[in-house]
């Protein structure tokens, strides 16, 4: 829980010193910073022979499913995989639970790529349509003797008091502390529907020649849930995997090829911005390493899409991005502040209710606040307090091979509701259109018990103080 102070209304102080106490609780009221000391494994990634990463048995079984939102409403599902050795069947084999009937896609698009020495497998992506909502399908992959088989669930109808819970991941990587964060994340009570990834997957570019075997492992390691659940995602910088040192020219090589979103569908040039409807969310995806300026691509379908979202049909508008904008320790300090600038007056205008971002590997959660008024000359350029404006989360702590972000700013700034550097995971439970129960589970803990947590309540419907 975020507290609201650190010096308590009731101390038994002189007068005086309340009096002083006051003055320094104002500068200083910055929620609270977690003195938690957590356990410190190695930050390495596991083996190529860990069982994690284990290649399904048989010549040229796919391998590294995954699916994600593929339309944007929810009546579509892009099923994704790789085929190690050759194309292979190109067709998913489906069936909902209720009618048992067999359907088959193959509206499918093969590619794959080279980077360096690396050459890819080849890579499917295929779209299922027209599915019907909240139903359980399920689906085959590969053909004879590597048949695989897998299941999902798709999203309800959306509409506006429809319940639904998110998870929260970001900066995932593949070492034991992926692995603690990945299985917490699939024994956590609230059963997680989709989860919401915020950046850098696999961290490949932090081996020599960026090792795209890397990014083939990290697609096994995470396939246990993915394959069965949509993740939403977003674009970090280790997706970006830029090297001209060895003749790697084409930012976002590998990641465009494995990961496909459904774009087009919400009129984006761009498969790095994005949004999608899920039950009673609106989710906009931003990309924090493409251009945002005014006048950009980026810029323009952001100032477009905002006004779209409707909601009296989704309240919930959740806005993802890698780089946070707003960001107390000492690692990526201010890297968002230019976003910031472009898009937080956005953000308020159209009650955004939360923005979740990566990147800095650790835990923070901010209160209502905007830093909007500054004009060049007035000197307003402190963050203020803000009813309309969202609650910034970052949750880059999935514990990857470049370590915990442990070094915060002090003192804690006014606007930091609460921060930890520790690895973890977080759900986002929405219940109706007024209120959403968010909870972050710190590793060290096992799933039962909630390091942080607070009500929100909806900016659209019930802009009051979220309460904790
Ligand atoms: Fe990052």
Redesign the pocket.
């Known amino acids: 829980m975020g507290s609201r102070s650190s010096f308590a209304p009731g101390s038994s102080a002189l007068a005086c010193c309340l009096a002083a106490l006051a003055i320094f609780a104002v500068l200083c009221d910055g929620g609270t910073t977690s003195p938690f000391v957590r356990t410190i494994w190695p930050s390495v990634d596991m083996p190529f022979d860990s069982d994690v990463f284990a290649t399904p048995p048989g010549y040229n079984a796919p391998q590294q499913v995954h699916i994600t939102q593929g339309d944007h409403v929810g009546k579509a599902v892009i099923v994704s995989w790789v085929t190690p050795d050759e194309p292979g069947s190109n067709r998913v084999r489906y069936w909902s639970e209720k009618s048992q009937k067999k359907r088959y896609s193959e509206d499918t698009v093969v590619t794959s790529y080279k980077y360096y020495n690396y050459t890819s497998g080849y890579i499917h992506h295929c779209t299922i349509k027209d599915l019907e909502p909240d139903t359980k399908y399920h689906y085959v992959v590969g053909s004879g003797h590597v048949e695989r088989q897998f299941w999902f669930v798709t999203p309800p109808e959306v509409g506006p008091d429809v319940p639904y819970t998110f998870g929260l991941i970001g ?1 995932l990587g593949q070492t034991h502390d992926s692995n603690v964060t990945l299985t917490h994340y699939e024994q956590n009570p609230y059963k997680p529907k989709a989860l919401l990834f915020l ?2 997957l696999s961290y490949a570019d932090d081996h020599p020649l960026h090792n795209n075997m890397r990014w083939d492992s990290w697609g096994r390691f995470v396939e246990r849930s993915v394959a069965y659940q949509h993740w939403i995602w977003v674009a ?3 997706e970006i995997d830029y090297c001209p040192e060895i003749g790697e020219y084409t930012p976002f090589k590998p990641y465009l090829h494995r990961y496909e979103v459904p774009y087009k569908e919400s009129n984006s040039s761009s498969p790095l911005w994005y949004s999608v409807k899920r039950a009673s969310a609106y989710i906009i995806v931003l990309s924090s390493y493409s251009a945002y300026a005014i006048y950009t691509p980026q810029y323009q379908w952001l100032k477009e899409e905002l006004p779209k979202v409707n909601r009296s049909e989704t309240p919930w508008l959740i806005v993802l991005m ?2 946070p904008l707003y960001n107390s320790y000492n690692y ?1 300090y201010m890297e968002g502040e230019s976003m910031r600038v472009v898009f937080e007056p956005w953000f308020v205008e159209h009650k955004v209710d939360v923005v979740i971002a ?2 800095v590997h650790a835990y923070e959660r901010t209160k209502r606040i905007s830093n909007i008024a500054y004009n060049i000359t007035n000197g307003l350029a402190t963050p203020d307090s803000n009813p309309n404006a969202p609650v910034y989360i970052t949750i ?1 702590d999935g514990g990857n091979i470049e370590g915990l972000a442990n070094n915060m700013t002090e003192p804690q700034p006014d606007y930091s509701a609460y921060r930890e550097a520790s690895f973890g995971h977080a759900i986002f439970d929405i219940k109706n259109r007024t209120h959403a129960y968010y909870a972050w589970n710190r590793n060290d803990d096992g799933i039962a018990v909630e390091a942080d947590s607070a009500w929100f309540h909806n900016r659209y419907w019930y802009s009051v103080e979220d309460s904790s």
């Open positions: 900066d950046g850098d970090g910088n280790h890698h780089s990526h990566g990147h880059g």
